[in-house]
């Protein structure tokens, strides 16, 4: 309309507006890099231009990104990547001896011995080879082939390629996926860009988000009226809601995907954020195999890891992969194709990735080092994480779920009346209008649990346990000041 | 338009070929790979002041090392420095860094004549087939009928094609014209255009320049005709830049042309600086986002334009980092902020490749202490690919039933094989595509592998190969001639 008035030509539309694109691009939503961040942005540069506020900082607990919040890398890891970054370092006395050998061995697969040569697009063979190694050993002995993994940009770009593959078909036929509520959202922007069928299942709040079969089995028979359910999505140990699936779960989850006839996606990249006493993480594929031949031979499967978690908190170099089970061979040479498009995932990242499933052993020189770093790192998430659900159980208004693992808190606030229909008022969901207020008062940036999906009628927020300790302190304390605050002025 | 996948059977016949090396004789120790425009794999060295800042900026503790030049260092310590928490590990905003954002926008002004780029329109991703696929998922709109339609050269790099498959989108071809030196004719875009009705709905024109596989450089004229078209037909313009980085050198040296003279007025220095680095004696790039303003009005506020980028070509050739860009341009400010969230959806882009980008477009400065190797290293590349386009001109063209145009740009060759029927018809037999058969025949005797035009697609009843022309000068002259050998006994063997 202005377009016209500017050029002072006839009536010409652009090609591309919002009735002309992809109607599902629209559907897609990410809370965790939502509206709420680009608050935070902007608040950010107020500050840096001067601007007076209640805070100087804005504390980001929005997003799992550990190194942002100060948790430094893993020394070994470095070492090794700036070895391969600049090769003529290997001379340099300061370099340990397995850092070097490390380094040579990820050079000498790469082209031209450099880690800027693109790779095969499934990713360095030897990279996969450890892959599958370190998978054999954290599986008790499960043979795991090399074959069926594939390296990729971050767990992300695998989870996507593997719905491409799965969602097809037309109206009642078109492929439903199973995803708990809450989620981790970029499950619901992948269903809504390939216009699949989210089929929602409910964790149960209250008995500390654990998975309920008969709330599958619900969610399954009503989703088959309208769609053609194939995929059961499950994330362990859990984001945002933080709980770690026990054994017989697992193996209840298995037995109904078999009986249902679904491919499972088993998002694993927290594998090592385990706390709580008395929970431990099992592996899909290990309690598959486990679960003997008419369950390992048949589920399929496919099972993703990543190196932005843990204690690594690599987020910035993309690495990650899946493992596929029973792929049909066909299948896998149009998989093959697929992860050919953008040729390969970012070498640096597999580099990284090489190292984390083949870490220092007791026998070599950076061990200690090593040993000493990934114990601080993960007993200071532990010690957050008990601290996190400590605290805002001592907040009237707030209640919380143990953070068993992951690296976040999903807590339900209790929102007065006043302040519900406020936010209606505004057009803001409720949840929404909340963390913006406590954003604007306190700068703390977290995600409102619209952003991951919750029950009706109930509200959330996911926070990261990420800052440092005394920060946390601090966070934890806002919050409830926050909390006490709100729920007065909308009383 | 025959169905395109991937040379599966060459990739297999060279892992094979690469078992089977080890203890059968061959005429030769080792497999020339120049399938892909992979600098390093074909044996190129990576930038040295490049790597030194990599190094640093991953592992820290290299920025107290006197062992690395200070500017290196100084320079890591500014990259850590927009990196959030200080570390590369950390994600980075959506559409990446934003220092590196606004200084690849000052680096399209500049590349353009001062032509504003505004850091909003920019967006990074693990390399140029990322957005690419991207903004193609914003264009197809899988539930309309019609299909959507996206015109595309032939021959083009299959990426493209595959994902413009993949969408549901249909690929409408539209053929370059070899006998012209690959040039781009109107006449035949309006061919194309019409033979699409009936069939879909083409909303986008997919340009590549320079291009690939077949190294034309477009003419400033046929860039103006190009987007008179899209603009009459309302077609959105995909153009792929991405080997034009090739042709920003050639703008940087000019700049620092300027500085020598006021420097040290040193004439002949500043001259031997600024060369053609677009090889074609009478070629210059041309960027669309260039033409496009320089057009004015009703073009310059209208016509709708991605240009695609990357860091794996041009002199880095650093591939395996993963790093492209986008410049999106008179984008409806609604549409934008729906891309936003689908680039969000990924978290971001390598962080090392981001840093790369802004190495690339920012390099050292004369006075620099890194300066001189730099400039080296740089003009070494240049004196490759300038000796390799040359060489393989001459040499592919002084055997028989081998030709090739002059390359303009673009890191590949694209010579025109003539086959003979007997050629053409064993191939046949044994259910490969002439040229496939060619180029696995070359792999397996000649131990050189390239990629058969089929990928690419090709007039039908022709054929070719490419190959990557970003070779260290001895290892181009072992290509050439055992290609020449391969190529001599096949002719023969066929006749």
């Not at chain 1, 593997?162 to 995803?179: Q, S, W």
Request: charged fraction near 20%; include cysteine; charge should be neutral.
């Amino acid at each position: 309309m202005s377009q016209q008035a500017v050029n002072g030509v006839s009536h010409r539309g652009r090609v591309l507006t919002l009735d002309s694109m992809n109607p599902n691009v629209k559907r897609v939503e990410y809370a965790v890099r939502g509206p709420i961040v680009q608050r935070a942005v902007q608040i950010e540069k107020e500050l840096k231009e001067g601007a007076k506020k209640p805070f100087t900082e804005v504390i980001k607990a929005n997003i799992g990104d550990a190194h942002a919040m100060g948790q430094k890398p893993i020394t070994f890891f470095r070492q090794v990547l700036a070895l391969c970054s600049y090769p003529a370092l290997l001379e340099d006395s300061k370099f340990p001896e397995d850092a070097k050998q490390r380094a040579r061995r990820v050079l000498e697969a790469c082209g031209g011995h450099s880690i800027g040569a693109y790779s095969a697009s499934q990713g360095i063979e030897c990279i996969r080879q450890d892959v599958a190694r370190y998978i054999e050993k954290r599986d008790g002995g499960i043979p795991s082939n090399p074959d069926n993994i594939y390296l990729s940009t971050g767990a992300s770009d695998a989870i996507v390629t593997i719905l491409k593959l799965l969602v097809c078909g037309e109206g009642r036929d078109r492929t439903g996926v199973m995803i708990s509520i809450p989620q981790y959202p970029l499950y619901s922007a992948a269903l809504a860009d390939l216009g699949a069928v989210q089929i929602n299942y409910y964790l149960d709040e209250d008995n500390c988000w654990s998975l309920n079969i008969t709330e599958l089995r619900r969610a399954l028979s009503a989703a088959r009226e309208h769609c053609n359910p194939r995929v059961l999505c499950i994330i362990n140990p859990g984001n945002p809601t933080g709980q770690v699936q026990s054994r017989q779960c697992i193996e209840d989850v298995i037995r109904f995907a078999k009986e249902e006839h679904l491919f499972l996606m088993a998002d694993e990249v927290y594998q090592d954020n385990v706390y709580a006493e008395g929970c431990q993480f099992h592996s899909f594929k290990k309690v598959l195999f486990e679960m003997g031949p008419e369950y390992s031979n048949t589920v399929e499967m496919a099972s993703f890891h990543s190196t932005s978690k843990c204690y690594m908190g690599e987020c910035g170099f993309r690495g990650g992969y899946m493992e596929v089970i029973n792929l049909d061979p066909e299948v896998k040479a149009q998989l093959i194709k697929l992860v050919s498009v953008r040729l390969c995932p970012p070498v640096p990242g597999q580099a990284l990735l090489d190292l984390v499933v083949n870490p220092p052993q007791p026998d070599e020189p950076s061990y200690a080092t090593f040993m000493k770093e990934r114990t601080a790192v993960l007993s200071a998430l532990a010690e957050k994480a008990r601290l996190t659900e400590q605290i805002f159980n001592t907040v009237p208004g707030i209640t919380c779920n143990p953070v068993q693992g992951a690296m976040y808190t999903f807590p339900r606030i209790t929102l007065p009346q006043k302040a519900i229909d406020k936010a209606k008022e505004l057009g803001l969901v409720p949840d929404m209008f909340y963390c913006m207020r406590l954003l604007d008062e306190e700068g703390i940036c977290l995600v409102p649990g619209s952003g991951f999906g919750q029950r009706e009628g109930t509200y959330h927020f996911r926070m990261t346990i990420l800052p440092p300790t005394e920060k946390l302190k601090v966070v934890l304390q806002k919050i409830r000041e926050f909390q006490l605050r709100f729920t007065q002025e909308f009383s | 338009m025959a169905a395109r996948g991937l040379d599966l059977i060459l990739h297999r016949a060279q892992v094979k070929l690469c078992d089977k090396l080890q203890g059968v004789r061959r005429p030769y120790k080792e497999v020339i790979d120049v399938f892909q425009g992979d600098l390093h794999r074909a044996g190129m060295k990576p930038l040295t002041f490049v790597r030194q800042v990599l190094a640093a900026c991953v592992y820290p503790p290299l920025i107290n090392s006197s062992n690395l030049p200070l500017d290196v260092r100084q320079r890591a310590q500014e990259e850590l420095g927009r990196c959030v928490g200080g570390s590369v590990g950390s994600y980075s905003a959506t559409p990446g860094i934003p220092e590196i954002i606004h200084s690849i926008s000052e680096f399209i002004k500049r590349r353009d004549g001062g032509i504003p780029s505004h850091p909003e329109n920019i967006y990074i991703s693990p390399g140029s087939q990322w957005s690419i696929s991207n903004i193609l998922n914003v264009l197809v709109n899988r539930e309309a009928s019609p299909r959507t339609g996206v015109l595309i050269p032939v021959p083009c790099h299959n990426k493209t094609v595959l994902s413009i498959t993949q969408l549901g989108a249909v690929a409408v071809p539209y053929y370059l014209s070899e006998e012209q030196g690959w040039a781009l004719q109107v006449e035949e875009l309006q061919r194309a255009h019409e033979s699409a009705k009936g069939v879909c709905n083409p909303v986008a024109l997919y340009v590549i320049n320079p291009g690939n596989p077949a190294g034309y450089v477009q003419s400033q004229k046929s860039v103006l005709e190009v987007i008179r078209f899209a603009w009459e037909k309302r077609l959105f313009l995909l153009v792929d830049e991405v080997k034009k980085l090739l042709s920003s050198m050639q703008a940087y040296f000019k700049n620092q042309m300027h500085l020598y003279k006021g420097t040290y007025g040193c004439l002949h220095v500043a001259l031997q600086l600024y060369q053609d680095c677009v090889y074609g004696e009478n070629c210059e790039f041309v960027s669309y986002k260039r033409a496009v303003s320089e057009m004015g009005p009703p073009f310059s506020g209208t016509v709708e334009l991605a240009s695609f980028h990357s860091v794996s070509k041009g002199f880095s050739g650093e591939c395996g980092l993963r790093a492209g860009y986008v410049e999106l341009v008179n984008l409806d400010p609604a549409v934008m902020k729906y891309i936003h969230t689908l680039f969000s959806k990924d978290a971001c882009s390598p962080v090392l490749g981001q840093i790369a980008l802004n190495l690339m477009t920012d390099p050292p400065k004369p006075g620099d202490p890194s300066y001189l190797l730099y400039k080296q290293e740089i003009e070494q590349i240049r004196t490759v690919l300038v000796h390799s386009v040359k060489k393989v001109h001459e040499v592919v063209n002084s055997l028989p039933g081998f030709s090739c145009p002059p390359i303009e740009g673009g890191l590949f060759a694209f010579p025109r094989l003539h086959l003979t029927p007997k050629a053409i018809q064993k191939a046949k037999e044994l259910g490969l595509q002439p040229d496939t058969f060619y180029c696995t025949r070359l792999l397996e005797e000649g131990g050189v592998f390239t990629g058969p035009g089929w990928e690419y697609g090709q007039k039908e009843g022709t054929y070719h190969i490419r190959f990557c022309i970003a070779v260290p000068q001895d290892v181009m002259e072992e290509l050439l001639r055992r290609l020449s050998s391969f190529h001599m006994t096949f002719m023969k063997d066929f006749s």
